[in-house]
């Protein structure tokens, strides 16, 4: 695989100039990423990790999480659900254990996800993120709770997310990405208002809610109950609402949801994505990402267009 993939690099250099775009403040050499909590440096043992624009981390919250109790990763007929519960080692220990592992290893531009429960935690998280090297950019993982507000998830409201994206600006410079969630009544205004908030892109979809029940014992496949649901099943719900918030804003949007190869990624470029995530894939098929890279490079050179060419050009 190395071997053909140094092909396409070496070989075709007009394909791999057609696969660079911008993520906000970014340039990056492939539009392909890795989906938060999906993807960790043990997957580079499969490929060429030249084929990632960026590497997205797990979400990281202030204090270590233990996650959620197993049953907590449930297959169904199209796609996952689980229920890991954001489980990592808090800020303090992926800032001293994690990140300088990072920095040695990874060669593509760093963006790490993290996550509060309140809006002067974000902050503080964020602060001390600075204060760290080898950091490119954040992505602000808003599915969670809001303990100031009822618990109710950070992403589910524009006032909020406008809120917390005007006070997270305010603190970086660097590249600073709003991860939104489908589970809303209508993603475009929540896209507004974190842009409105000063967001330098977007990142869409996180995972649906899902739930698997066995129909001979009535028992659910998770122990929580409800988990979050992501893979293919998703796809046409995470194209519908990155066609959506293309239409709504102009930062430029990371999306994922169901792409599994380079075809379902061109669709998104066409709904209006300027870089994709593989995410749930990358459990599927561990050649995924260098699959897609090479496939979506060899469609760009027979065609001669680059990702901003075909980037929202949808025909409806
Ligand atoms: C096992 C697993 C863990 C995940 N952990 C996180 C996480 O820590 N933070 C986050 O923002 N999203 C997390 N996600 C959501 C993914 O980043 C992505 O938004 C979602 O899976 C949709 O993409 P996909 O259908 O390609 O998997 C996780 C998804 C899975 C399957």
Request: with cysteine.
């Amino acid at each position: 695989m190395g071997a053909i993939l140094n092909d396409i690099w070496g070989n075709s250099i007009n394909a791999v100039k057609l696969l660079t775009t911008r993520l906000g403040k970014l340039e990056l050499s492939t539009p392909l990423l890795v989906a938060s909590g999906t993807f960790d440096l043990e997957n580079f043992e499969f490929f060429d990790p030249a084929c990632l624009g960026a590497f997205v981390s797990k979400t990281i919250t202030r204090e270590p999480k233990k996650g959620n109790p197993p049953p907590r990763l449930y297959e169904t007929e199209a796609g996952l659900i689980n229920s890991i519960g954001l489980q990592n080692p808090g800020l303090d220990k992926f800032i001293h254990e994690k990140l300088p592992v990072y920095r040695d290893k990874l060669s593509m531009p760093l963006i790490v996800s993290f996550s509060g429960s309140t809006i002067s935690e974000f902050c503080q998280m964020l602060e001390t993120l600075e204060a760290s090297a080898g950091i490119a950019g954040y992505e602000v993982n808003v599915s969670c709770p809001n303990v100031e507000n009822e618990g109710i998830a950070f992403g589910t409201d524009p006032d909020i997310v406008f809120e917390l994206t005007r006070r997270l600006q305010e603190i970086t410079d660097k590249e600073l990405c709003i991860k939104l969630s489908p589970n809303v009544t209508d993603i475009a205004t929540i896209a507004a208002a974190a842009e409105a908030g000063g967001a330098s892109s977007l990142a869409l979809i996180n995972s649906l809610w899902g739930m698997a029940i066995d129909y001979r014992t009535g028992k659910s496949k998770i122990k929580k109950g409800i988990g979050g649901y992501t893979g293919c099943g998703v796809k046409p719900v995470a194209l519908a609402l990155t066609y959506k918030v293309a239409q709504a804003v102009r930062i430029p949007i990371l999306a994922m949801g169901g792409i599994y190869n380079w075809q379902d990624a061109l669709e998104f470029i066409w709904a209006g994505a300027s870089a994709i995530s593989l995410g749930t894939a990358n459990f599927i098929n561990p050649l995924a990402a260098p699959e897609l890279i090479m496939g979506l490079g060899e469609y760009l050179l027979s065609t001669k267009k680059s990702i901003n060419d075909l980037k929202g050009k949808v025909e409806i």
